[in-house]
């Protein structure tokens, strides 16, 4: 009789008990992880009454490359777009849930006489919420449609980052067995270098060797080629001291950027089922159903502390951010749980050494418990809502109501925030491209001119050109490329900043000589560093344009792949890096512009063209919003609104004006602003068109709240009353003249 290896049986036992509880648990429309845990439990060698799985050792293995296809799938769907999209709301949330299920976690360790290692393992367990089971809780009960499932949404985005950097501080923690400040600080200076390293790198090369190689790919070599790309970044992960799953993660954002992102995705689906479905599973074998007999009690008590805290932390976050009392009540019923990235960190803490035998098993208890707690908790937030509604005083219920009203803001951006946000950005992400190159350099460059050309000084001066000649395009960038060139111009036109904007300039030129001077002591002693810098920047002197044009190049290429899938799904043939193809721009109005002496409504721009006026600015004053009454002189600046066609033919129509989207911006901020009509308001009684809010303050009212009714777009003839909530639309410093204007 042929041997058959251990492997195999132990393998298709895993797979059929798995394959069972699955058939069950679908009749019992019961989550399916939790059907695969029991399935892990009844082969385990802890439950007699079934075959048992010889090799756990191999079993383990098989489940670590679950883990990678797990977090390559949760990447697939994560991309850093999404994150950058996540409203503040969101974040906030998230946020001050993790900090406080960190600290509940540690406290309720160390209140059950834990270890410490064992109480901050706990924190980082309870602290993460499970993408999968939310996503099929709301699918099964049709919620997905609903507000707060969009915040929640955004939460489990924000959280999924929040886990890859807590696995890496966590397994600093382990190794140095103390809050080390510095080695936490060293360990996520280095994450961030890694993260935005691989990140620019992935999306720079990544879509285009797909877009290169797309008419040689059918299913099978796409698939092929995402897993081997999922495993490279595995290697490097594991290289640079990171946990593989971190790889893994990454590459599937990266991934998620390109056009083939759906496509990777439905492929992998049932690589990463299989896999995922042998990760859980191996989470059962791994339970001794003694240890949960034994420690029942904290079990409950880190289920209840999970359930209460996870609900308190998220409804106090949507609070804070303005969300309203039924939202964030709603948001906090419903990640009210822990379950795959949980299981991760249980398995880290084991995998280091440094967490107790029981801590792995109260961890999965507690998930299977919150897992089938969560349609329950979805199901009664609304009545839960409606008792702490009944039960709340008038004034707490109105303080929320207006609190949460004037969380909710629109507003400008003034250059100053666009010039400084770009500089930081800039500033950021090319001194990390010039430190990577010029440690890969010392890495793996210099050993092989040493050795293929020359030794000593004459070869460390070779590689110090072949590397600034890679630097270059990015010191370029650095120290002279002009991010918000009009927003730049226009704080320089007001000569009081002009100083301001000459030290942002040589902070640049600074730092770009400093990384030069980075580079050059890599390889360099201090005399011949000296007479190399000065020879690298007559270099750069001479070569100056054409390394101009090829930084323009290489952005063109990155933006060009970071935008594809967007650009892609919307079936657009130019690149817009506007999410939607309308966008604000500025014409000025020659002397002989056929709108001259003509009022916006004889022009009828928006039925010959399709735009909206939404500023004017006339020398120093800005006009905003103009009525259609408002005449168009010599000189005006006209902000519009439109696509690139429209602003194309109402440019031709303005005697060929170039349409050079020179502003984004307004010269006055606009914030959504309340006033609350008092009684010795000068307001009172008066309608909204005797008011003036149009005419003197340039103000528009879009909303009335009175009595708990709320009024969207009143007639021009409503009149206030007192206890009226007005909601404008204009400039703060002009509104605050009324002297009751509440800003947002």
């Known amino acids: 009789m042929a041997h058959l290896p251990h492997l195999v049986t132990d393998l298709g036992l895993l797979l059929g008990a798995a394959g069972i509880t699955t058939l069950l648990f679908k009749k019992l429309k019961q989550p399916l992880v939790l059907g695969y845990i029991i399935a892990g439990l009844l082969i385990g060698p802890h439950f007699a009454l079934f075959p048992t799985v010889l090799e756990i050792e191999n079993i383990q293995i098989w489940a670590e490359i679950g883990v990678i296809f797990l977090l390559f799938s949760l990447g697939l769907e994560f991309s850093f777009k999404k994150l950058a999209k996540v409203g503040g709301a969101s974040s906030i949330m998230a946020l001050v849930e993790v900090v406080v299920m960190l600290l509940l976690g540690y406290l309720a360790g160390k209140l059950l006489g834990w270890s410490t290692m064992d109480s901050i393992f706990l924190g980082g367990i309870l602290s993460i919420s499970s993408t999968t089971i939310i996503i099929r809780a709301f699918d099964e009960l049709g919620v997905k449609s609903q507000r707060f499932a969009g915040l929640v949404f955004g939460v489990l985005i924000v959280e999924d980052l929040v886990a890859i950097l807590l696995m890496v501080l966590l397994s600093t923690v382990a190794v140095s067995q103390q809050f080390a400040g510095g080695e936490m600080l060293e360990s996520v200076l280095k994450l961030g270098f890694f993260l935005l390293l691989w990140f620019l790198g992935g999306i720079f090369l990544i879509p285009t ?382 002397p002989d512009a056929a709108a001259v002496g003509k009022t916006l409504l004889e022009l009828q721009l928006r039925e010959r063209f399709g735009l909206n006026v939404a500023v004017i600015e006339r020398g120093n004053s800005t006009i905003m919003p103009p009525t259609r009454q408002e005449r168009v002189y010599p000189g005006d600046r006209l902000y519009v609104f439109g696509t690139d066609e429209q602003l194309e033919r109402f440019g031709q129509f303005l005697q060929n004006v170039d349409a050079a989207a020179l502003a984004e911006e307004q010269r006055e901020e606009v914030d959504l602003q309340k006033i609350i009509i008092t009684p010795d308001s000068p307001l009172l009684h008066k309608t909204i068109r005797e008011s003036g809010i149009r005419e003197k303050l340039k103000g528009l009212v879009v909303g009335v709240e009175r009595e708990g009714t709320r009024i969207l777009n009143p007639d021009i003839e409503t009149p206030f009353a007192e206890g009226d909530i007005v909601w404008i639309v204009g400039s703060p410093w002009r509104l605050s003249q009324l002297g009751e204007t509440a800003y947002m």
């Open 209 to 590: 060797f797909l877009k290169k190689a797309s008419k040689l790919m059918n299913d099978e070599t796409l698939l092929i080629v995402s897993i081997a790309l999922c495993l490279l970044m595995v290697i490097l992960a594991a290289q640079a001291g990171f946990s593989p799953a971190l790889g893994a993660f990454i590459m599937g954002s990266i991934l998620a950027e390109t056009t083939k992102a759906e496509k990777i995705e439905h492929l992998i689906t049932s690589v990463k089922d299989l896999f995922g479905a042998i990760f859980f599973v191996s989470v059962g074998i791994l339970i001794d159903p003694s240890m949960i007999i034994a420690y029942a009690g904290p079990i409950a008590l880190i289920t209840i502390i999970t359930i209460l805290g996870k609900l308190f932390s998220i409804s106090a976050g949507g609070l804070m951010a303005g969300q309203g009392l039924k939202t964030s009540i709603q948001s906090g019923m419903s990640v009210s749980q822990i379950g795959e990235f949980s299981f991760i960190i249980a398995t880290l803490g084991l995998t280091l050494n440094v967490t107790s035998d029981f801590l792995y098993p109260i961890a999965v208890a507690v998930s299977a418990i919150t897992t089938f707690t969560t349609p329950y908790m979805i199901r009664f937030a609304e009545p839960l809502y409606q008792a702490i509604e009944r039960m709340l005083p008038e004034q707490w219920k109105n303080k929320l109501d207006t609190y949460s009203s004037g969380a909710q803001t629109i507003g400008a951006a003034s250059d100053w925030k666009l010039v400084l946000q770009a500089y930081i950005r800039n500033m950021v992400i090319y001194s990390v491209i010039i430190i990577a190159i010029a440690l890969l350099s010392a890495r793996f460059l210099d050993p092989i001119i040493r050795e293929v050309l020359t030794n000593g000084t004459w070869g460390d001066i070779v590689t110090v050109l072949i590397t600034f000649a890679f630097m270059a395009p990015f010191l370029w960038a650095l120290a002279v490329y002009h991010p918000e060139k009009a927003a730049q111009g226009r704080i320089w036109a007001q000569k009081r900043y002009r100083g301001l904007i000459i030290v942002l300039e040589f902070s640049r030129v600074v730092i770009a000589i400093l990384l030069i001077g980075f580079l050059l002591n890599q390889f360099l002693p201090t005399g011949i560093a000296v007479v190399v810098g000065l020879v690298l920047l007559a270099l750069f002197g001479m070569f100056y344009k054409r390394i101009q044009r090829f930084y323009i190049r290489i952005e063109d290429r990155f933006l060009a792949n970071l935008n594809a899938r967007e650009l892609s799904e919307a079936d657009r043939p130019h690149s817009n890096l506007v999410p939607w193809d309308a966008h604000l721009t500025s014409f000025e109005v020659l």
